[in-house]
T-cell receptor, first 116, second 117 residues
């Protein structure tokens, strides 16, 4: 697609439920990133994919968080047993292959998650 | 240790004036890239400008320019002729290259810019 597409754009869920957030990167971008942004805060790195593998999962805050990517394209971020502190905007981004500092990372519009 | 520091939580500027948003960074990697993003109230992250560590000249993109001072490890964003639509949060970010830490961007805490009419 023309840009990074994320769905849903907004999600309200009850505490303890599981949620799935989807990201469709820019066509041809092999690198895909997930970030989290709490209200009024900066961006917190969660995980990145190169193709279907995830060499860096260091930002995932707990084992309730997982992500996968299939076909080198769409990625799903899953949060199990959601907690109120998981409420945030989850931003997906993509770029051409990593290894070059100059490859710009383009962001989607985010999925706003509210846990009540 | 914080790698990207933006010391100005909020800034005000008069419409049509220039404004400088500060950013300092810390890395031991000789190869890195510096980015500025704009985030309006709608939440999208808009790429503005990029500066590579080996670039000899300061980057410019329209009204945006990056004042890159490598020895001081600073990469300040200059917005000339501010417009009301420039009111937004601005993030400085760094991507380290040679050791390929996943190529992820590391962000500062942001500066909220308000343009006054």
């Amino acid at each position: 697609g023309a840009g990074v597409s994320q769905s849903p754009s907004n999600k309200v869920t009850e505490k303890g439920k599981d949620v799935e957030l989807r990201c469709d990167p820019i066509s041809g971008h092999t690198a895909l990133y997930w970030y989290r942004q709490s209200l009024g805060q900066g961006l917190e790195f969660l995980i990145y994919f190169q193709g279907n593998s995830a060499p860096d999962k260091s930002g995932l805050p707990s084992d309730r968080f997982s992500a996968e990517r299939t076909g080198g394209s769409v990625s799903t971020l899953t949060i199990q047993r959601t907690q109120q502190e998981d409420s945030a905007v989850y931003l997906c981004a993509s770029s051409l292959a990593t290894g070059l500092a100059g490859n710009t990372i383009y962001f989607g519009e985010g999925s706003w998650l509210t846990v009540v | 240790a914080q790698k990207i520091t933006q010391t100005q939580p909020g800034m005000f500027v008069q419409e049509k004036e220039a404004v400088t948003l500060d950013c300092t960074y810390d890395t031991s990697d000789p190869s890195y890239g510096l980015f500025w993003y704009k985030q309006p109230s709608s939440g999208e992250m808009i790429f503005l400008i990029y500066q590579g560590s080996y670039d000899q000249q300061n980057a410019t993109e329209g009204r945006y320019s990056l004042n890159f001072q490598k020895a001081r490890k600073s990469a300040n964003l200059v917005i000339s002729a501010s417009q009301l639509g420039d009111s937004a949060m601005y993030f400085c970010a760094m991507r380290e290259g040679r050791y390929n830490q996943g190529g992820k961007l590391i962000f500062g805490q942001g500066t909220e810019l308000s343009v006054k009419p």
